[in-house]
């Protein structure tokens, strides 16, 4: 019997519900049960991924191309479970499916109406990973905050599942803000009263509630809230802030969220294997060197928008014993040439990740070429590799104005375009997305980072390497070593001569883990730390720098 555990949020947003989530996953699944995370969010988009990223941060791809909520990174990364498109359902999706059928008579004349029309759909979505994939437990995230008007009817679909479940398979949990006003000393906890109240007027009593704090709760507080609320002093979990959300998990489970949850579902509460978790937080937390990543793209403000990236960096970190910190750098203030060099000087490595649209790519292509001629590693995803692509393009392989058609549709050298069969339909539904097949070329940096001959990565874009360029490449010292064979598209570049500049077409991003990096992440980092290296040496006069550190400092990549 699957039990089902829903998460909805209290008094203020952006409390950490995805991380709370995610946790608890990771909780329940080192108890032995197959657990799955969902989110079901209250938004009229049909999915993220038309959506801008100042708003809404990264869109997160899953294997099956779903183009989804961040939070569902964070539940990969966090429980090690792959999900997909079910796995992120908006309102705009439901409400999609509803009307189209109602457009084609699959309600034979009735009236449809949010209840029971809308409520069932959601309903019938929720379930729909238990079947999918035969987990133990769903944990599902509501997305916004408690009260809105439009999460109301997820709310009302939520309350239902109970009784078609049964009411042993289900339970809430309800987080919300606990404030510390510092004049009076003082917990406040008339904020999370009233949002229990709101909740209950829907016909929801949460079974736990976690409240983020800044300061431990004491236990007359903790009463207090029991009382108030009607759950039990043992299910009232605090979660206070942690230095990493990686240490998150560690301080619920120490909280006892999953001891309660176990209660709460009638599940025997077996112990939990946290250890090697535990393993890495402890070096996470514990780092012999630095090095610092410059990170050059056009979303910079919002750091969310590179989710994904930011994370993998640190998993390359925790596997190299390495402190990692980023340069956040907007690619439109690398204005010339010398300027790049001032700005990038101290990096240790430079990273250009995706993005859409011509904004910043002239900067972008100024790293590169910092990174290629002095010898700095570089590592380019998706618009960062076909950015490489054309910054060789245009100083290496004389195509002066080499481009994507995507930033000049006119450009003489389009060494980057869409397909054939892509011309014409570049709107809407016409990205490469999900998990595609790339082999590897022997005796290529990939390979050997992925100690593998195929590989599988996700993608998300729409432009591709120009197959007509691909001789002319060919015969130059940027090696194509990853092809994906069912369509002949360049998947990988790597820069010769060069210790380290790869280029990706993938999303690498999306199937990184804090105890299992990304191979190309792992080893981009591993090489930027030995750099750091061979840099401090360098700038102490010391000297004595190791080989293949030495090697990073000599010469460029004419
Ligand atoms: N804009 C590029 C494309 O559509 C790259 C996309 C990306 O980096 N995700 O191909």
């Known amino acids: 019997m699957t039990k089902y555990i829903f998460i909805t949020g209290g008094v203020v947003s952006s409390l950490g519900k995805g991380i709370a989530a995610a946790s608890l996953g990771l909780i329940l699944k080192s108890r032995g049960l197959k657990v799955v ?49 079910s796995s992120n359902t908006t ?12 457009r084609e008579g699959g309600f034979h004349g009735g009236t449809v109406q949010v209840i029971p029309n809308v409520t069932d759909e959601i309903r019938r979505r929720m379930l729909l990973s238990a079947q999918e994939t035969g987990a133990n437990v769903i944990i599902t995230e509501i997305g916004g905050t408690v009260g809105d008007i439009e999460s109301l009817p997820f709310i009302e679909a939520i309350r239902q599942i109970k009784y078609e479940v049964g009411v042993e398979n289900c339970a809430y949990i309800h987080l919300t803000l606990l404030p510390y006003m510092k004049k009076a000393q003082e917990l406040k906890s008339k904020p999370t009263q009233h949002s229990v109240k709101e909740l209950q007027g829907l016909g929801i009593q949460p079974d736990i509630i976690m409240l983020r704090s800044e300061v431990p709760i004491d236990a ?24 990493s959300i990686y240490e998150v998990p560690l301080m619920m489970e120490k909280e006892g969220l999953g001891k309660a949850v176990c209660k709460a579902l009638s599940i025997e509460d077996t112990p939990t294997h946290l250890e090697d978790w535990a393993q890495m937080v402890d070096r996470l937390y514990h780092p012999a060197k630095s090095v610092t990543i410059a990170l050059v793209g056009k ?31 907007d690619a439109e203030t690398l204005c010339d040439e010398k300027t790049a060099a001032e700005r990038l ?31 700095v590693p570089y590592f380019g995803i998706c618009l960062g590799m076909q950015i490489q692509v054309i910054e060789f393009a245009r100083h290496v392989l004389g195509l002066k104005d080499a481009n994507s058609t995507e930033m000049n549709k006119d450009t003489p050298a389009p060494v980057i375009d869409l397909m054939p069969d892509q011309n014409g339909v570049i709107l809407g539904g016409t990205l490469r997305l999900g ?7 022997a005796g290529s ?35 194509l070593t990853g092809v994906n064979p069912e369509r002949n598209l360049i998947e990988i570049v790597e820069q010769e001569g060069h210790p380290w ?58």
């Open 37 to 85: 995370n969902q989110k079901f969010d209250p938004y009229l988009n049909i999915d993220p991924g038309t959506m801008n990223p100042y708003q809404h941060g990264e869109v997160f791809v899953t294997d099956d191309g779903a183009e989804t909520d961040l939070d569902l990174g964070h539940y990969e990364r966090f429980t090690d479970e792959s999900l997909s498109q």
């Open 91 to 102: 309102a705009g999706r439901v409400y999609l499916s509803i009307l189209n059928k109602e």
């Open 220 to 243: 007359a507080t903790r009463e207090k809230l029991a009382l108030f609320c009607n759950v039990e002093t043992d299910s009232i979990i605090q979660n206070l802030n942690a230095k």
């Open 299 to 329: 979303y910079v403000e919002l750091r969310d928008a590179y989710l994904s990236v930011v994370e993998s960096l640190l998993h390359g970190g925790i596997f190299s014993n390495a402190e990692v910190n980023i340069d956040w750098i």
């Open 345 to 375: 000087g101290q990096a240790d490595g430079i990273i250009v990740p995706g993005g859409f649209g011509d904004r910043g790519i002239e900067g972008m292509i100024r790293a590169a070429q910092y990174a290629r001629t002095h010898n």
């Open 435 to 441: 998990k595609y097949e790339c082999a590897l070329k």
């Open 445 to 479: 940096t990939a390979a050997a980072a992925y100690k593998a001959e195929t590989i599988w990565e996700r993608h998300r874009h729409r432009y591709e390497f120009n197959n007509a360029y691909r001789a002319q490449f060919e015969h130059s010292t940027l090696r």
């Open 501 to 558: 500049m790869v280029g990706v077409q993938f999303h690498p991003e999306f199937k990184s883990r804090p105890n299992r990096p990304q191979p190309l992440f792992r080893e981009f980092i591993k090489v930027a730390a030995a750099y750091a290296e061979s840099a401090g040496t360098a700038a102490a006069g010391k000297g004595g720098a190791s080989d293949s550190a030495e090697r990073y400092r000599k010469g460029g990549t004419k």
